[in-house]
């Protein structure tokens, strides 16, 4: 049993979540708390296994209280807010929060296949534990400086702080444009490209209309909304989600690899899933350089362990080293 603590102020939104918890065998809530101190004090002694943290409440707001409770404990903290606060709640990973959702989400309107997939991220979040052992990892390959035109990334669970610390490691001059699949909740998209954006040098943008992509900036997806790539530059898709997704890395990575050719470069970084397995496939097979986040880096290894899986994988890399690596194959541009 997955032991549940729930922090929030409204009684209305933790008798919601509640019902919505115990509405899964695997989960029982333990304890409720109804404002970020109250949750301090009830994480320590109760020592929940999860812990879902509201954002804005009285005496201590959310942010502080993650803060506080991961000075003490490793527990996996997912943070449920509206989207008004929406660029908070990605301050709250770089405090230590593993995911977020909408409260909005959680209503009698949600599709079981939503509830499946936040049932599916919550234990694999609760269950979440790195192994200190040696781990099997592809045989690197030394890929020389080549004429890359773009770059493409696909992330989800974890991509926030994964991308934060990826692309604070490069500058406005970096040569190439980078565009970006990131698994967001709908509405949070502004949110993440703001608090992104306040992270990076390179400039971050939410793509709005059709572009054309250019160097030294991050295209982002929106939310509910394939992003594809073509001779017009990037531009929108409405068509039905793929594995589930939408945007889909998968479409992005198939249509980037046949235009780009073997001037793309591919990242996928930590996430639930397998987006970005078959886009990965496109890419090796257009000549194209494929790169993976390693095991022991990734928060959830789902979408990279599926990519190298296709064994289409040309690096694997912790992901400390893997804008080291752009930056050697793009130096030459």
Known sequence: MIKTLIVDDSPLVRAILKDFFESDSSFTVIGEA???????????????DLITMDIEMPVMNGLDAIGEI??????????????????????????????????????????????EEIFNTLKHLAGNKKSSGLQKTLEQMVVGQRDVKAVVIASSTGGPMALCQLLS??????????????????????????????????????????????????????????????????????????????????????????????????????????DGAEGTRYVKQAGGVTIAQDEATSMIYGMPKAAADTGCVDIVLPLEAIAGHLLLLTKGN
């Open 34 to 48: 109804e404002n970020g101190q109250d949750g301090v004090e009830k994480a320590q002694q109760l020592k929940p």
């Open 70 to 115: 991961m000075k003490v404990m490793s527990t996996a903290i997912v943070v449920i807010t509206t989207l008004d606060t929406a660029k908070m709640a990605y301050d709250a990973t770089v405090k230590g929060a593993m995911e977020f959702f909408a409260k909005d989400q959680f209503t009698s309107q949600m599709t079981e296949q939503k509830r």
């Open 169 to 274: 490691s490069l500058d406005e001059n970096f040569p190439v444009p980078i565009i970006l699949v990131q698994h967001n909740t709908s509405g949070f998209d502004k949110g993440f490209v703001q608090w992104l954006d306040g992270y990076t040098k390179i400039n971050v943008k939410l793509v709005e209309a059709q572009t054309i992509p250019v160097k030294g900036n991050v295209y982002v997806a929106p939310t509910d909304k394939h992003l594809l790539a073509g001779d017009s530059g990037i531009f929108f898709d409405d068509s039905e989600p793929v594995h589930n997704q939408k945007p889909a890395a998968d479409l992005l990575f198939k249509t980037a690899a046949e235009y780009y050719k073997d001037s793309l470069v591919s990242v996928v970084l930590t996430g639930m899933g397998n």
